[in-house]
């Protein structure tokens, strides 16, 4: 079955660059979150988006911004990179409450590993 | 603010039974989770509970609810060294799509042979 698909795996920028994630859902899925997970840590939620438009919002820095397309993929956007920026994103995706009655069966990809350094 | 707390590491033999243990404050949740989470891995969604619900089994996975403590616990039952792994108890707080699981620190279980 196919899953949730982010690109790239690895990526290494040094500070104060730019960086750029996407991640593809679950065919159908119409809902999709990004998590960033620091070495020995829980995935700390970032942003979601429910048909295209942002649904939620964690502790996003004001460096980073995502979006949702019209064919569901998302991409995370960070600019002018910390070395605490370095972590592993993940995204994941689920089938929105109105399809599933609130249950929010999410399903994460394999994670980008960022190293800022 | 919502939090969910979990001890943070268990060892166990191979064979015996594991349990992980998850205390959450929301109690509006509707749904409880487990994530697997293998080193270098993506978390992998193991089971869920519905809150009216105060047990669930799923092969060798027992899930037990009581919602009047907020208390959610995982039971192994024989546990194989492939089970070492994190596991993080997560609670969705809010019955709203795009609303983000909020997930406790992980449990490292540990399965010596």
């Known amino acids: 079955a196919a899953g949730v698909i982010q690109s790239p795996r690895h990526l290494i920028k040094e500070k104060r660059e730019t960086a750029t994630l996407k991640c593809y859902p679950i065919p159908r899925h119409d809902t999709v979150y990004w998590y960033q997970q620091g070495p020995g840590q829980d995935p700390q939620f970032l942003i979601s988006f429910y048909e295209k438009m942002q649904s939620d919002k964690g502790s996003i820095p004001d460096r980073f911004s995502a979006q949702q397309f019209s064919d569901y993929h998302s991409e995370l956007n960070m600019s002018s990179l910390e070395l605490g920026d370095s972590a592993l994103y993940f995204c994941?995706?689920?089938?929105?409450?109105?399809?599933?009655?609130?249950?929010?069966?999410?399903?994460f990809g394999s994670g980008t590993q960022l190293s800022v350094l | 603010g919502e939090d969910v707390e979990q001890s943070l590491f268990l060892s166990v033999r191979e064979g015996d039974s594991s349990v992980i243990n998850c205390t959450y404050t929301?109690?509006?949740?509707?749904?409880l989770y487990w994530y697997k989470q293998e080193p270098g891995a993506g978390l992998q969604l193991l089971t869920y509970?519905?809150?009216?619900?105060d047990m669930k089994q799923d092969q060798r996975l027992t899930v037990l609810l009581n919602k009047k403590d907020k208390h959610l616990s995982l039971r192994i039952a024989d546990t194989q060294t492939g089970d070492s792994a994190i596991y993080f108890c997560a609670e969705s707080p809010a019955n709203q799509a795009g609303t983000a699981l909020i997930f406790g620190k992980g449990t490292t279980l540990s399965v010596s042979s």
């Open positions: 929301d109690s509006s949740s509707t749904y």
């Open positions: 994941a995706s689920s089938l929105g409450a109105g399809q599933t009655g609130g249950n929010e069966k999410l399903f």
């Open positions: 509970i519905f809150s009216n619900m």
